[in-house]
Nanobody, 122 residues
Framework: QVQLVESGGGSVQAGGSLRLSCAAS????????MGWFRQAPGKERERVAT???????SAVDSVKGRFTISKDNAKNTLYLQMNSLKPEDTAMYYC????????????????WGQGTQVTVSS
């Protein structure tokens, strides 16, 4: 059974940092593309960053230079290092997995975690 379990969220002050983790199981992690998404109350889900099976990464403009997506295939774990956090980063953060990068990009990934809450106070 595919499982994606996010952790590392919490409450921080603006300018602070958090490192989110997504522990994956039930599939061949190294053969999957991964992504981080977020959703704030009353807003649509937004792609944050993606990582391909070869390690190629992308991030939306709003987090470029502040967030870094990475993965550790040996640990079957996806990470999102979040620095210089802003109040507008407040959201539930989800990890997603799919064999196709286009599905990650479009937000139609086959597998999703249940999310971890990030709250940034001013």
């Amino acid at each position: 059974q595919v499982q994606l379990v996010e952790s590392g969220g919490g409450s921080v002050q603006a300018g602070g940092s958090l490192r989110l983790s997504c522990a994956a199981s039930g599939f061949t992690f190294s053969a999957y593309c991964m992504g981080w998404f977020r959703q704030a109350p009353g807003k649509e889900r937004e792609r944050v960053a993606t990582i391909n099976i070869d390690g190629t990464t992308s991030a939306v403009d709003s987090v470029k230079g502040r967030f870094t997506i990475s993965k550790d295939n040996a640990k079957n774990t996806l990470y999102l290092q979040m620095n210089s956090l802003k109040p507008e980063d407040t959201a539930m953060y989800y990890c997603a997995a799919d064999r196709r990068i286009v599905s990650i990009w479009l937000g139609t990934a086959n597998y999703w975690g249940q999310g971890t809450q990030v709250t940034v106070s001013s």
